[in-house]
């Protein structure tokens, strides 16, 4: 996994979100139980769309640990894009030499770049996303 970091605490149990309350019930839990949280969206999503999200989440629950993660698969173009607006990390699983590219833009920018990450909690569905993210994030 290539990162421009060292803290793969914050990258252990990451969690897809698709909507502020997802945002929330995620920051929520990784206050109560004091972890870090990554919260992973689809490229499509957008990375603006990511960064504010997050950021009216810390807004809601602050004090909190809390990246962003922009999933771009293989993607090198969308990876570009979403380190442009700003997100704390993205994902690219496409070929080595390009991630290597991209990992200096990232490094310039302060952001992360992942070649892998463990797969996420999908909060899609949910029932109570806040119990969900308890669970998961206390497993650690």
């Known amino acids: 996994m290539m990162k421009t970091d060292n803290d793969t605490a914050r990258f252990a149990r990451p969690v897809r979100v698709h909507g502020a309350a997802d945002a929330r019930a995620a920051l929520a839990a990784a206050a109560a139980l004091g972890v870090p949280v990554a919260l992973v969206a689809h490229a499509a999503a957008g990375g603006l769309w990511l960064r504010t999200l997050l950021d009216?989440?810390?807004?809601a629950v602050p004090g909190v640990q809390a990246c962003g993660v922009l999933d771009c698969g293989d993607r090198a173009?969308?990876?570009?894009?979403?380190?442009a607006?700003?997100?704390d990390a993205v994902l690219f699983t496409g070929p080595p030499a390009v991630a290597a590219r991209l990992a200096d833009i990232?490094?310039?920018?302060?952001?992360?770049?992942l070649t892998a990450l463990p797969a996420p909690l999908d909060l899609r569905g949910a029932r109570d996303a806040e119990?969900?993210?308890?669970a998961w994030l206390a497993a650690r």
């Open 56 to 59: 009216d989440a810390r807004a």
């Open 77 to 83: 173009g969308d990876a570009q894009a979403a380190l």
């Open 85 to 87: 607006a700003g997100v």
């Open 106 to 113: 990232a490094a310039q920018r302060e952001a992360a770049l």
């Open 131 to 134: 119990a969900a993210c308890r």
